[in-house]
């Protein structure tokens, strides 16, 4: 392999070098990801990041053999992303693991309150003007965008939010009186 000395190289010719390693070798780490992390779109984004770290070198770095040194960095992605993984698999139970289920059931009387306080809310956004109350059911029930609403009903992004802040304030004061 050829020797990499970072600081003496023109911006041209270590960039030869970076071209060259990433036509010969991309595969390769490519295909070493996918054996690790089982995830096409994780050993893309891995192959990606060896790539981005073996350009960041620090500029006094002497590069014997760049293909080991791409694939020590590969190592060391490797081993991050499979840590990262295993810790994030336990955060997101399966839900065939029954983690789903709640694991206490409301009792009818945080039943009754919950609807009462939802009757109340209820009755907060009816006393809104029509078109306020029409963009916050298609904000918040809907889902619909905030340009999407305008769009549908022929007004400006500027008076969605405007009447969205106008039945948030309302819902606001509604849920203010019930916890006092």
Known sequence: ????????????????????????EEPRLRGFFLRRLRNPNDA??????TFLRFLEA???TIIDNPQAYLFQIAKSVASRSGARTAA????????EDGFDQPLDAPSQERIVNGR?????????????????????????LHGMSNGEIAARLGI???MVEKHIIKALIQCAKVRAELFE
């Open 1 to 24: 392999m050829r020797e990499l000395v970072l600081p003496s190289l023109q911006p041209s010719a270590f960039g030869i070098v970076v071209r060259d390693l990433h036509r010969t």
């Open 44 to 49: 893309a984004d891995a192959t990606q990041e």
């Open 58 to 60: 620090p500029q006094k």
């Open 88 to 95: 994030e698999s336990r955060l997101f139970l399966l839900a």
């Open 116 to 140: 009462q306080c939802l009757l109340l809310l209820a009755k907060a956004i009816e006393v809104l003007p029509n078109r306020c109350q029409e963009v916050f059911i298609l904000s918040r």
């Open 156 to 158: 400006s992004r500027n």
